[in-house]
């Protein structure tokens, strides 16, 4: 019964995340000046164990939904989650800033299709793409470019380790994956997640809920 509750409880909180997030969008939207991104940091097999409205480090929200635009004034950024939202923050002089970096990667962005790792099916010799049960995925949306929405899973990433050339000799499946991981590694879609996510970390305590649901 316990658990039931949190679950009702979470999809509550949830639909109040959705109409807070898309009602802030329809105001920033109707400012045509305004350029806007939505990212999305979601999380698959984590569970909801805390109350509504405080986040521990190690359950905490599996959703949080970033909205970053750019006018005249700056870059700015809001955090909505099922706690509430933050305070918007602006940012004056953004290096490196993800509405560059979208403009001129637009083409690759709008058609690079991300190289799952595969898993080698030892009786048949088929080979299917790796599904985990717990992961972090992410969305982007691009609602003032002509660029299809984009969904990827954290483990289409790996960092190359010291003991790689030992494992390419000896593991067919490694060998298999480790251009798929340097494709996915060095594609337009890492380095805008990259973006993000520094800019995100760069500002956190910045964007910590502050308008809690009660």
């Given at each position: 019964?316990?658990?039931a509750?949190?679950?009702?409880?979470?999809?509550?909180?949830?639909?109040?995340?959705?109409?807070q997030?898309?009602e802030f969008?329809?105001?920033?939207?109707?400012d045509?000046?305004?350029?806007?991104?939505?990212?999305?940091?979601?999380c698959?097999?984590?569970?909801?164990?805390?109350?509504?409205?405080?986040?521990?480090?190690?359950?905490?929200?599996?959703?949080?939904?970033?909205?970053?635009?750019?006018?005249?004034?700056g870059f700015?950024?809001?955090?909505?989650n099922?706690?509430?939202?933050?305070?918007?923050?602006?940012?004056?002089?953004?290096?490196?800033?993800l509405f560059?970096f979208?403009?001129?990667?637009?083409?690759?962005?709008?058609?690079?299709?991300?190289?799952?790792?595969?898993?080698?099916?030892?009786?048949?010799?088929t080979?299917?793409?790796?599904?985990?049960?717990?992961?972090?995925?992410?969305?982007?949306?691009?609602?003032?470019?002509?660029?299809?929405?984009?969904?990827?899973?954290d483990?289409?990433?790996?960092?190359?380790?010291?003991?790689?050339?030992?494992?390419?000799e000896i593991d067919?499946?490694?060998r298999?994956?480790r251009?798929?991981y340097?494709?996915?590694n060095?594609?337009?879609?890492?380095?805008l997640?990259?973006?993000?996510?520094?800019?995100?970390?760069?500002?956190?305590?910045?964007?910590e809920?502050?308008?809690?649901?009660?």
């Amino acid at each position: 019964m316990k658990i039931a509750s949190l679950i009702i409880l979470f999809a509550i909180n949830l639909t109040g995340l959705y109409a807070q997030s898309n009602e802030f969008l329809d105001s920033l939207s109707t400012d045509t000046s305004n350029l806007i991104i939505v990212f999305d940091d979601n999380c698959t097999g984590c569970i909801v164990v805390n109350s509504p409205c405080e986040e521990y480090p190690n359950s905490g929200n599996p959703k949080n939904k970033y909205i970053i635009w750019k006018n005249d004034n700056g870059f700015h950024i809001k955090r909505f989650n099922i706690c509430g939202n933050s305070n918007t923050i602006t940012i004056k002089k953004w290096k490196n800033n993800l509405f560059d970096f979208i403009k001129v990667n637009s083409i690759k962005l709008d058609t690079t299709k991300i190289q799952y790792p595969l898993l080698l099916d030892r009786r048949d010799s088929t080979w299917f793409e790796m599904k985990t049960n717990h992961y972090k995925y992410y969305n982007f949306s691009f609602l003032s470019n002509e660029i299809q929405e984009i969904s990827v899973r954290d483990y289409a990433f790996r960092e190359p380790k010291d003991d790689d050339e030992i494992w390419y000799e000896i593991d067919i499946e490694f060998r298999k994956n480790r251009d798929r991981y340097k494709f996915n590694n060095t594609s337009a879609i890492k380095e805008l997640l990259d973006i993000s996510q520094k800019i995100i970390r760069k500002n956190k305590k910045k964007l910590e809920i502050t308008n809690a649901n009660n």
